[in-house]
């Protein structure tokens, strides 16, 4: 009994109030609350960006420094590569003495490299290199020496030592390891010039070795004849070849080497064999015999 007035009891007072009220949540009170700290402090990928920044900008202003407003890279010395060329080639220093206190970054040293290598035309390769941080390194190579050249002239006589492009780079020397040219000129030759062409001196060279292969006769001398020219091959055996230098030395001496039958050229007693002369039936050979 007492509990169906109870239950009488609670339905009257819920249709006399009406429905439960709905709570509408306007102000947001009831949402949780973030955590504070969370909102306070920086996202981490942020942190990391701001870092990187920081840093290249830093090696940005480091690098600057060094190189435009510090003495890091400014040129101080001009070196030669080969110790023992150090003094006897100091003068390609002076090409590049321009270059001290320059930015070496910067700085346009094969210019200098270029006028050296055009006013030393006795060097095979001139290089100028940047040595990091503040120094210039040259380095070369010279043409082989490859004759003795001895100039008669007014009565006097000049000895030069020429390298394989004829250019004189030693003077009042003799290299008895090397052929002997005579030259006669009315005025003496001049030293660290051209005194023969590239082309002269090879084939001069070249008809003298041709000879000792071919005919096993050592050369003692080479006399080469400008105005007439002619070469004339001293030989050990103190006869005088000559030949017209304006033909292939190959085929004036293989036309002697046909003659061996008829002209025995080491026993004979000769003052001198011509190949200079052709004649129109044929190969001509002139000879003198020794008195």
């Known amino acids: 009994m007492f509990g169906n007035r109870t239950k009488g009891n609670s339905l009257q007072k819920r249709?006399?109030?009406?429905?439960?009220?709905?709570?509408?949540?306007k102000d947001g009170f009831l949402k949780k609350k973030?955590?504070?700290?969370?909102?306070?402090?920086?996202?981490?990928?942020?942190?990391?960006?701001?870092?990187?920044?920081?840093?290249?900008?830093a090696g940005i202003l480091t690098?600057?420094?060094?190189?435009?407003?510090?003495?890091?890279?400014?040129?101080?010395?001009?070196?030669?590569?080969?110790?023992?060329?150090?003094?006897?080639?100091?003068?390609?220093k002076d090409y590049f003495t321009s270059y001290i206190g320059k930015n070496i970054i910067f700085a346009d040293i094969e210019t200098g490299?270029?006028?050296?290598?055009?006013?030393?035309?006795?060097?095979?390769?001139?290089?100028?290199?940047?040595?990091?941080?503040?120094?210039?390194?040259?380095?070369f190579s010279a043409y082989t020496s490859i004759a003795n050249i001895i100039n008669t002239s007014g009565g006097g006589i000049f000895k030069f030592i020429v390298n394989e492009i004829g250019m004189a780079t030693q003077k009042d020397m003799e290299n008895p390891n090397l052929p002997f040219i005579k030259i006669?000129?009315?005025?003496?030759?001049?030293?660290?010039?051209?005194l023969l062409t590239q082309e002269k001196i090879k084939y001069i060279i070249g008809c003298a070795k041709f000879f000792e292969e071919k005919f096993n006769m050592k050369i003692l001398e080479i006399e080469y004849l400008m105005q007439?020219?002619?070469?004339?091959?001293?030989?050990?055996?103190?006869?005088?070849?000559?030949?017209?230098?304006?033909?292939?030395?190959?085929e004036q001496l293989l036309k002697l080497k046909k003659a061996l039958s008829k002209l025995d050229i080491y026993t004979l007693p000769l003052e001198?064999?011509?190949?200079?002369?052709?004649?129109?039936?044929?190969?001509?050979i002139i000879y003198k015999k020794r008195r």
Do not use: C
């Open 63 to 92: 690098i600057f420094y060094w190189i435009f407003l510090s003495n890091f890279f400014t040129i101080k010395e001009v070196t030669i590569d080969y110790k023992e060329a150090q003094e006897e080639n100091a003068f390609l």
């Open 113 to 139: 490299a270029e006028k050296a290598k055009n006013e030393h035309p006795e060097f095979k390769s001139l290089i100028a290199q940047k040595s990091y941080p503040n120094k210039i390194k040259i380095s």
């Open 228 to 250: 007439e020219k002619e070469l004339h091959l001293k030989t050990e055996k103190y006869f005088t070849i000559l030949l017209d230098i304006q033909k292939p030395y190959e």
């Open 34 to 57: 973030k955590n504070g700290i969370r909102n306070i402090m920086p996202e981490p990928q942020k942190i990391k960006k701001t870092f990187i920044l920081i840093l290249i900008a």
């Open 272 to 284: 001198y064999i011509d190949l200079r002369i052709y004649s129109a039936t044929g190969e001509k």
């Open 15 to 25: 249709y006399f109030y009406g429905k439960t009220p709905i709570l509408q949540n």
């Open 184 to 194: 006669s000129t009315e005025k003496p030759l001049n030293f660290n010039t051209i």
